[in-house]
């Protein structure tokens, strides 16, 4: 072997571990005693080999497990010195609690939310936003009981899990997330928030709650959201009317108007402006704010920054295993969707250190290729050719 070649002294996985601190690891196992019952599986092997079940694409306990094994003489790099065995896995899996990865992930989201936040968004003045929505990941209804009536044919029922969260548009990852049964009303994730005075918050439709919206305005928390069809509201004052000539992209029509919501005896009105835009490809769209000070273009544009969270779980789907999950039990589920979205924040991260120009599909792509490889990281998803070269071949000359 030629002694002269220069290798990392780390795999890939071992390098995107070490962006996760040792004592947030240990503090979260403390918090929650969750290595009393576990000597074989601490909580720090069972989260490292969850992560590289999901870096992997494993779509089952068998495929994590036995990938593993074909790594066993690099894995002390990870910690440890064997392969876990598919059945301790598994009842850690349904037994450790979902929680202990819950709070790795949001200690590592104050620990890098200053380092992947923007300083702005283009076109907006504001500086605190924040994005929510809820995507549905489909289960059989006797894991998690979904909407609709039982099937006529007596097969099982498609149930789902409703993963909720409230994006920062500047971080560009989830700060808040609850999951519910499908059928859980969509609402009802509104009373989980604490948001601070003068924040920004945009929702579709779905989410409308005047008892809710009141309580924001009474707080200093400013909405936009788009007003239902069937809504009922009462004009107050007309400040805009361009429906004539409306052919132009723009705003239309500003009112100020009130709508109401029965509190115990009475009837409460609460105070909003309507805004009716027309896009450019010549959809309209009604929006409501409880926010007067704002332009109703700027009004327009926070609500198409609904649109990122879209992209987020698209992203989140797409890359990472939530198609088959690693366990029949709710703790299973909830744990395997907290393993990917401490990935996807490690994700973002290294791609804001390595300052790479990859799309996120590739990055992870690239990484899931190499992840037992010896090179340095941030280099290799920069620019992976070069540092592939340099590593295997120290004569390579970029020229």
């Given at each position: 072997m030629d002694k002269d070649k220069k290798f990392t002294g780390q795999p890939l996985l071992s390098q995107i571990l070490s962006v996760i601190p040792a004592t947030t690891i240990k503090q979260a196992a403390q918090k929650h005693n969750c290595n009393r019952y576990y000597k074989k599986l601490p909580f720090r092997v069972h989260l490292v080999s969850s992560?590289?079940?999901?870096f992997s694409y494993c779509n089952g306990l068998r495929e994590l497990c036995e990938g593993m094994l074909a790594c066993e003489g690099k894995l002390s790099h990870l910690g440890f010195d064997k392969a876990p065995a598919r059945s301790t896995l598994s009842d850690a899996n349904t037994n450790r609690s979902y929680r202990v990865f819950e709070t790795v992930y949001y200690d590592l989201l104050n620990k890098y939310h200053g380092l992947i936040s923007d300083s702005q968004l283009k076109g907006l003045s504001i500086r605190n936003l924040r994005i929510i929505d809820s995507?549905?990941?489909s289960l059989f209804g006797d894991i998690l009981r979904g909407v609709g009536r039982p099937r006529l044919d007596g097969a099982r029922s498609k149930g789902g899990i409703k993963v909720h969260a409230m994006m920062d548009a500047f971080s560009g990852v989830t700060e808040f997330v609850r999951m519910t049964p499908a059928k859980a009303h969509d609402r009802q994730f509104l009373l989980k928030l604490k948001l601070p005075k003068e924040s920004f918050i945009v929702f579709d439709k779905a989410y409308n709650d005047y008892r809710q919206f009141h309580s924001w305005s009474k707080q200093g928390v400013w909405f936009v959201t788009r007003m239902k069809e069937n809504a009922v509201y009462h004009v107050c004052k007309v400040l805009k009317d361009k429906t004539k000539q409306h052919r132009k992209a723009g705003v239309i029509r500003e009112q100020i108007i009130t709508v109401g919501y029965k509190d115990a005896k009475d009837t409460v009105r609460?105070?909003?402006?309507?805004?009716?835009?027309?896009?450019?490809?010549?959809?309209?769209?009604?929006?409501?704010?409880n926010n007067f000070k704002i332009s109703a273009g700027q009004v327009a544009r926070i609500y198409k920054c609904r649109w990122m969270i879209e992209l987020l779980f698209k992203q989140i789907k797409q890359n990472f295993p939530l198609r088959y999950f690693w366990g029949d039990s709710q703790n299973a589920i909830k744990m395997q969707i907290y393993c990917v979205l401490i990935a996807q924040l490690l994700m973002v991260v290294i791609r804001k250190k390595s300052a790479t120009k990859k799309s996120f599909a590739n990055m992870i792509t690239v990484i899931r290729l190499h992840l037992m490889s010896y090179v340095e990281l941030l280099n290799f998803l920069k620019d992976t050719y070069l540092a592939w070269r340099k590593t295997y071949n120290p004569d390579f000359s970029s020229a």
């Open positions: 992560l590289y079940g999901i995507t549905t990941i609460l105070r909003l402006r309507r805004i009716t835009y027309k896009a450019k490809d010549g959809r309209v769209y009604v929006f409501i704010t």
